[in-house]
């Protein structure tokens, strides 16, 4: 059964899924669905083009799928929000839809968006991510599966946050930050690998400690980059998780947060 509180406006064109609960001042748009067993509690508001998954909660104030703040957008333009199942989402959140044509907004599953974090227009958010309050992610960010953004970080319009990574709380982040790493400073700079972050992902013993070793390869030799790749490919031939540390390498378009000279006794201790 689907519950919506009489003070609540539900276009008659949004789908709502079955056991989905509608509170009291929520606004929910046409050509939008809701998947069952999803709570929104009060005060939501669901933009038009917008899809929210299964089993989510939905705090007070949150805004899904609003227009895009890209000052490039065009009046009347049809863009998406996408957001996956078994989500949290806390107080006055805000995830803005795409800018251009037919682009989209997508947030992945298992995902936690604390209070008053901010994802822009054509971010990509993977699955069982946290983004801690106050956290801004900028347009077009790309996070990877099981990262966490600590509180009040912003990621700089285009940036990648690889897999497992975390960006510490405050942190300005303008470059990539790989998989595994830990970021922290402003600007950020990756110090080392995410033990923990991995540990809890269920990565094993031996899967972290080559991750280390690649990372110390990588930027505790000085060794130029293209040299460093070269030889963690040899010595990891078939790892996927150092595959994934260097295919990040290698697509990144702002360059790479790398370490300070100041990091590299804790990286070699």
């Known amino acids: 059964m689907i519950q919506v ?3 609540a406006v539900v276009d008659e064109n949004a789908q709502i ?9 929520c606004t929910v748009a046409a050509n939008t669905s809701i998947g069952a067993n999803t709570r929104l509690r009060s005060h939501v508001v669901v933009e038009p083009h917008t899809s929210i998954g299964e089993q989510c909660d939905i705090f007070p104030f949150v805004t899904l799928g609003i227009q895009s703040q890209d ?3 065009v009046a009347n333009t049809i863009t998406h929000t996408r957001i996956g199942n078994r989500n949290l989402i806390r107080e006055f959140v805000s995830v803005h839809s795409g800018t251009q044509a037919g682009s989209s907004t997508e947030i992945g599953d298992d995902c936690a968006l604390l209070a008053h974090a901010h994802v822009a227009h054509n971010c990509t958010v993977g699955d069982r991510v946290v983004i801690s309050h106050s956290a801004t992610l900028g347009g077009h960010v790309i996070i990877g599966d099981y990262a966490n953004i600590g509180g009040l970080s912003a990621i700089h319009q285009f940036c990648h946050v690889g897999r497992a990574a975390m960006v510490g709380g405050m942190c300005r982040v303008i470059q990539d930050v790989l998989p595994f790493t830990i970021a922290e400073g402003f600007p950020a700079h990756m110090r080392v690998i995410n033990k923990v972050g991995m540990e809890r992902a269920g990565y094993t013993t031996e899967e972290i400690a080559e991750v280390r070793r690649a990372f110390r390869i990588l930027f505790m030799r000085e060794l130029r980059l293209e040299t460093a790749v070269s030889e963690v490919r040899q010595e990891f031939p078939d790892s996927e ?3 994934l540390m260097i295919e990040a390498i290698n697509a990144s378009q702002r360059g790479l947060a790398r370490p300070e000279s100041a990091t590299f006794e804790i990286n070699v201790s």
């Open 5 to 7: 509180d009489k003070h």
């Open 241 to 243: 998780n150092i595959k």
């Open 71 to 73: 000052l490039k957008h």
């Open 17 to 25: 899924g079955d056991n989905c609960v509608i509170g009291p001042f």
